[in-house]
């Protein structure tokens, strides 16, 4: 699969309308609602990387 693929299917799972009803119910704790925002972090952050380097080897990863 490739990577865009990969993003866009994380995107949908993210942005998805079943998300979206589930971080809306009253009973989701903080710390729920802290994990979602904190795998959105994460794929925007991925995203950027990606945006920023035309191609990732391995001796650019740390």
């Known amino acids: ?5 990969v ?11 079943s998300m ?3 971080l809306s119910a009253y009973d989701l704790s903080d710390y729920q609602r802290g994990i ?3 795998r959105i972090s ?3 952050f991925v995203k950027n990387m990606l945006d920023t380097q035309e191609d990732i080897d391995e001796d650019n990863i740390i």
């Open 42 to 44: 994460m794929l925007n």
């Open 20 to 22: 979206v009803l589930e």
């Open 1 to 5: 699969m490739e990577i865009d693929r």
């Open 7 to 17: 993003i866009e299917v994380a995107e949908e799972s993210l942005y998805g309308k």
């Open 36 to 38: 979602v925002a904190g």
